[in-house]
T-cell receptor, first 115, second 114 residues
């Protein structure tokens, strides 16, 4: 199994630019999560999907952030326009609703720097 | 007030000692509890989960849960330098059937000295 795949691994952009982060969950997993991690705020859940449907987006900071999951094998997190305070590591994770452990498997993350 | 609290550390222990990591949570309807390990520059990975009061052992790791005191801990016996990492406590609240939201602590940094 390839695990959760994220791209790009690193992104450096200038303030005001659009940023799109991509995620491919583990095949067969029906839950997909987007997290943001910073030193100050730790790991924060932004949004999660079940069977491609958003379940909880209460962590999305503001309208500049949007997430989509057009099919079971692909999701995007878009920031438009980006700001320096969006600089963080963004993780995608997936899990199986059939598993009793509720374990979330994390991708390698995308390190975003907004100048 | 953060819903899941952890001592940020760093917690420093000598090799072979027991490392004790603690986590408190504020919501009494918390249902499930998880310990994730995160090496520097890497992603979190699950090492233990616990759902009922008492102890749960897995190799060198023991998770302890006390719901009355709203407290969960992780003990690492015979600590090794490879255990040096940040340990994240996560809590899942009771909710609808498709609820999978975890509330995360900021993590405790552990350093095991050879």
């Amino acid at each position: 199994d390839a695990g959760v795949i994220q791209s790009p691994r690193h992104e450096v952009t200038e303030m005001g630019q659009e940023v799109t982060l991509r995620c491919k969950p583990i095949s067969g997993h029906d839950y997909l999560f987007w997290y943001r991690q910073t030193m100050m705020r730790g790991l924060e859940l932004l949004i999660y999907f079940n069977n491609n449907v958003p379940i909880d987006d209460s962590g999305m900071p503001e309208d500049r952030f949007s997430a989509k999951m057009p099919n079971a094998s692909f999701s995007t997190l878009k920031i438009q326009p980006s700001e320096p305070r969006d600089s963080a590591v963004y993780f995608c994770a997936s899990s199986s609703g059939l598993a009793t452990s509720n374990e979330q498997f994390f991708g390698p993350g995308t390190r975003l720097t907004v100048l | 007030q953060k819903e899941v609290e952890q001592n940020s550390g760093p917690l420093s222990v000598p090799e072979g000692a027991i490392a004790s990591l603690n986590c408190t949570y504020s919501d009494r309807v918390s249902q499930s509890f998880f310990w994730y390990r995160q090496y520097s520059g890497k992603s979190p990975e699950l090492i233990m989960s616990i759902y009922s009061n008492g102890d749960k052992e897995d190799g060198r790791f023991t998770a302890q849960l006390n719901k009355a005191s709203q407290y969960v801990s992780l003990l690492i016996r015979d600590s090794q330098p490879s255990d040096s990492a940040t340990y994240l406590c996560a809590v899942k609240l009771l909710g609808a059937g498709n609820n999978r939201k975890l509330i995360w602590g900021l993590g405790t940094s552990l350093a095991v000295n050879p």
